[in-house]
């Protein structure tokens, strides 16, 4: 159900009334995989009504109130209705600051995501196990498989519609590969910390270091990615009608990454995620983002990792660096080669395994949404992350962690 401006959600109704009918409905059961070793989770609004989401293993029920709550989340009626309808997310209103844990863990709360979206949206929670992907022709889809640009189109149209991704084979050539990165390199000699449109963080050794620029449309040839005949015929692979989604600046809309050895702080390394987790999916989404590969990406390297099928199922940030988090899938990338992913596609980008080279992964990345998409309360992702003066992004696991403890 959405709510809209004239019918906005009814807290004590909604938990009364309309979540019982979906549980009854198997909403519980549906979210119930997403549950295990959770604990229960409640909200709880600024004046003390609350209601508790109980998981039992093969289902969910709710109650009133959250005494029994192992972790509990205040947040404004605005934001829980927003949440419900795919506004906000959990992890964009802990770095925004605009909700608190008052019990428990707040990684908790973000874990439940999955789990919540089934019994909000009917969403399956994502299960590699429970997927059977199928090529054009009805045969076991190669998750890993990549394409020339002059491949038969269906076929990539199918691969990108049921992975939600697309790996695709020398896109652009070495000359024009050769002013990208240059134009890479005078963008990084710009960066300053604190300017808001670029990313930090520290290695190791506790140097600073440049992760990623937001503003590399400020440079010509960068500037011209998002229009490029190429780019745009691989974009027009999707289902929808997508466009070059609007960007808060002229200089901004292309960003460039640089992907780092033994990062300590930051955003550098990139848990697995989907585009959309910090909020406004149901305004921005279906979003393609693309990536165009500058240097060589390789699990030495620093190499971009997809979740097969991932894209239309509940999913949660998932640490990669984590014995037991998935590998998924990737390809290994050459300069000019190109990744298509919707931003729902779960991915991540783990730490480089090699820390001897003399270059990592340099990739430009730009994106296209629906025709009129829009970020959520007029703010991009960039601006929520940025709470530092000194440019550095934090992890998720801090911003949680003050959450707690405000």
């Known amino acids: 159900m959405t709510a809209t401006a004239s019918d906005p959600l009814d807290f004590h109704r909604y938990h009364r009334e309309e979540l019982p009918a979906l549980l009854r ?11 295990r070793a959770l604990g229960s989770l409640a909200f709880r609004l600024p004046g003390g009504d609350a209601y508790t989401y109980l998981p039992n293993g093969a289902d969910v029920g709710v109650v009133a109130g959250d005494a029994s709550a192992d972790t509990v989340i205040e947040l404004t009626l605005e934001l829980w209705q927003n949440l419900v309808n795919e506004l906000d997310a959990a992890a964009g209103l802990l770095y925004g600051g605009r909700a608190k844990c008052l019990r428990g863990s707040a990684l908790r709360w973000v874990a439940w995501e999955p789990a919540l979206r089934a019994l909000w949206s009917g969403r399956p929670v994502y299960d590699a196990n429970q997927l059977e992907l199928q090529d054009l022709r009805g045969a076991k889809l190669d998750p890993a498989a990549s394409f020339a640009f002059s491949g038969e189109r269906e076929d990539m149209a199918h691969f990108l519609r049921t992975a939600g991704y697309l790996f695709v084979r020398g896109v652009f050539g070495p000359d024009e590969i050769a002013v990208f990165r240059a134009e890479a390199e005078v963008l990084a000699g710009e960066a300053r910390k604190g300017d808001k449109l670029s990313w930090w963080g520290k290695n190791a050794a506790g140097e600073e270091v440049l992760t990623r620029v937001t503003r590399a449309a400020a440079k010509p040839g960068l500037r011209s990615l998002p229009r490029d005949p190429r780019l745009s015929a691989l974009k027009d692979l999707a289902d929808e009608k997508l ?15 640089w992907k780092r050895p033994n990062m300590s702080e930051g955003l550098g390394d990139l848990p697995w995620h989907r585009d959309c987790g910090m909020g406004g999916h149901a305004l921005m989404c279906p979003s393609l983002i693309v990536s165009v590969f500058l240097t060589p990406a390789t699990p030495a390297s620093g190499e971009l990792r997809m979740l097969p099928g991932s894209w239309q199922r509940g999913c949660g940030p998932i640490d990669a660096r984590h014995p037991q988090a998935p590998r998924g899938v990737s390809f290994a990338a050459a300069p000019g080669d190109v990744s298509l992913h919707y931003g729902d596609t779960m991915h991540a980008a783990p ?46 696991a801090k911003v949680a962690a003050d959450a707690e403890s405000d």
Do not use: M, W
């Not at 466009?243 to 960003?255: F, I, L, N, T, Y």
């Not at 090699?354 to 009129?372: E, F």
């Open 243 to 257: 466009e070059h989604r609007a960007p808060p600046s002229a200089e901004e809309g292309v960003s460039v990454i």
């Open 25 to 35: 409905a198997g909403r519980g059961a549906l979210a119930a995989r997403g549950t």
């Open 351 to 396: 730490p480089p395994e090699r820390d001897d080279l003399d270059t990592y992964r340099i990739s430009a990345v730009t994106g296209y949404t629906r025709p009129g998409a829009r970020s959520h309360r007029g703010r991009y992702y960039n601006e929520v992350l940025h709470r530092r003066e000194d440019g550095q992004i934090e992890h998720l």
